[in-house]
DNA sequence: TGGGATTTGTTCGTATGTATT
DNA sequence: GAATACATACGAACAAATCCC
């Protein structure tokens, strides 16, 4: 008798609904929101092995469903699938490395071009909400000062209204997490929250020139941040208890 | 008696093998490259219905493998998925429309940029055997001319060693394909063989503002073929059954 | 509006392939 | 290296939602 081990039917039918805003939420969605949160804070580390009947059961989905969702994470580059050899996290090269933040460079200045001074009042006011939260979550230096150090880039992707821009600034992003998790410093990644002070006022000043200058000098020091630096392998298990529910 | 009309068990083992040349591939992947390359070519227009059963009876798989196809096209943005509503070919809004030139016009300069001057000779063959062919498929004016033309910018997005621009590149042209069906000429979706010429050759003498410019130009005459038009539909049967066959 | 046909979401069994001893 | 254990790839059936008349 193969593989007996799965757990009853799955009692996840309060699974719904309560989901952010936007449009009605599949079950995949839940799992590929909660395993990349979990790679973006750090929580699950490069390499690290994703087995079907593992997460499915943490997440109270059958595999099919899980499938679903790591095949989402592989085309967005956070994980890797090996035909016949099951999904682990990804682990960039150091030349993806590269490439990564050679394109956020081109991205994200034209980010910052196209919003110099044509910022919403309520953009800068997101803005603004955002750092303060930055900034409180600061002392903690845990998984919530990275996502939110992220975030900021890619909320400012987001205010310039082209959903493609900030899809793939997005991406970026939490391919940046996988890269510091695997080459930077141990926890040193909170973002600099001063430099994204300067960079919204550059915006609202409408100093397009400035801007650019300052997001460059940002993601000069973010890079900066890739040194060598083995990861820890801890055991999945723990890690996604807290990550299943939601 | 629900959906009996299913295939018998598919033989199809025969699938294997013979694929471009790196790695195993996944009959999802076969599946993944021929809706694909059907979008492309424009083939399958915008909002062409996309149901499951059809099209694992077409290429010999089951429901299983197509929705694994068709969720990586989603997450490429050349498929929408709703919620129990299925899969169709996306449709770009004209907003969309020019966030994906937006985003174009800054990547692929920054791929000439980093081309320019650094081009080894057997890159530039390659992007002179791709003009080549290029030119002798511009008589018949069919869906190879459209797949050609798009794929020599994502050769020379390839040529910079840069994986993860060349993916962004890439899909950027296939939603191109998408925006000139939906608001081009007809079939004027050549893209000016000369102008490739042009840029190879600039390239080539490592004029790199040249051949931003050049860059430049070449995008706002493809931008510039987008007006507005009605798309005909016509029925999936008949299309897929000749991109089945790889 | 309603009911049947159709399509999608999901589960789960089996076959096949990979790792391990 | 063969046998065993295990994980993945795929398919068929079932349940639920949607569509269409």
């Known amino acids: 008798m193969p593989r007996t081990k799965r757990k009853a039917p799955a009692a996840s ?12 939420v599949s079950r995949a969605d839940t799992v590929y929101r909660g395993i990349r949160r979990a790679i973006i804070e750090q929580a699950l580390g490069p390499s690290t092995k994703l087995p079907e009947d593992l997460i499915g059961e943490r997440f109270g989905v059958s595999r099919t469903v899980v499938r679903a969702a790591l095949t989402r994470l592989a085309a967005e580059g956070l994980v890797e699938l ?3 050899k099951g999904a682990t996290v990804a682990r960039p090269s150091l030349e993806e490395a590269h490439d990564v933040f050679d394109i956020r460079r081109s991205l994200e200045r034209l980010v910052v071009a196209r919003l110099a001074g044509r910022l919403t009042p309520g953009g ?9 939260a930055e900034e409180k979550a600061k002392g903690k230096d845990g998984p919530e000062s990275i996502r939110l150090a992220g975030e900021f880039h890619v909320l400012l992707a987001e205010l310039t209204g082209n959903v493609i821009l900030s899809r ?4 970026l992003i939490s391919r940046s997490s996988l890269i510091l998790a695997l080459y930077g410093r141990p926890h040193s990644s909170d973002c600099a929250v001063a430099e994204h002070r300067e960079i919204i006022d550059a915006l609202v000043r409408g ?4 801007v650019e200058r300052l997001m460059d000098h940002h993601l000069d020091a973010v ?8 990861a820890p392998d801890r055991d999945i298990r723990d890690i996604l208890s807290a990550y299943a529910a939601e």
């Open 82 to 84: 090996r035909l016949n």
């Open 124 to 132: 800068a006011a997101r803005l603004d909400a955002h750092v303060a």
């Open 13 to 24: 039918q309060a699974a719904n609904d309560a989901n952010g805003s936007a449009g009605p």
């Open 223 to 230: 890079i900066g941040r890739a040194l060598i630096a083995p």
């Open 168 to 171: 793939y600034v997005g991406e």
């Open 207 to 210: 100093d397009t020139a400035g």
